[in-house]
């Protein structure tokens, strides 16, 4: 299978705008240098393979949901609830700092 440059950064753009993020904001969450993720959507280049793994990482998804753009992030599963899905979504959008405020708020809202 040839892959497309098109759709990798057609579906890079897609999660940067459902995050509201910029391409700087991604390159701190994936700790890919800017300059780096800029030449992927100015040359409309296909990252590697190891990169496209950073930045899945940085959007927090596998690479299986990036090469499957119907799939939701959050699957509605009947494990989840619809707050417990708007908690992760609006995680997601959080940068690092304020990831691990949330999640130290959260131990101690549990006590732990």
């Not at 992927?40 to 990482?57: A, G, Q």
């Not at 417990?84 to 006590?111: N, P, V």
């Amino acid at each position: 299978m040839e892959l497309e440059s098109n759709f990798v950064t057609e579906r890079m753009n897609q999660l940067l705008q459902e995050r509201h993020w910029t391409i700087y904001r991604l390159a701190k969450e994936s700790d890919i240098a800017y300059s780096s993720l800029n030449n992927i959507f100015v040359r409309n280049t296909v990252p590697s393979v190891l990169t496209l793994e950073k930045i899945c990482s940085g959007f927090q998804i596998t690479l299986s949901q990036f090469f499957e753009p119907d799939t939701p992030i959050v699957a509605n599963s009947d494990m989840l609830s619809t707050d417990e899905r708007d908690i992760i979504e609006t995680y997601r959008t959080l940068c690092k700092s304020d990831k691990q405020l949330f999640k130290a708020y959260l131990d101690g809202l549990a006590k732990r």
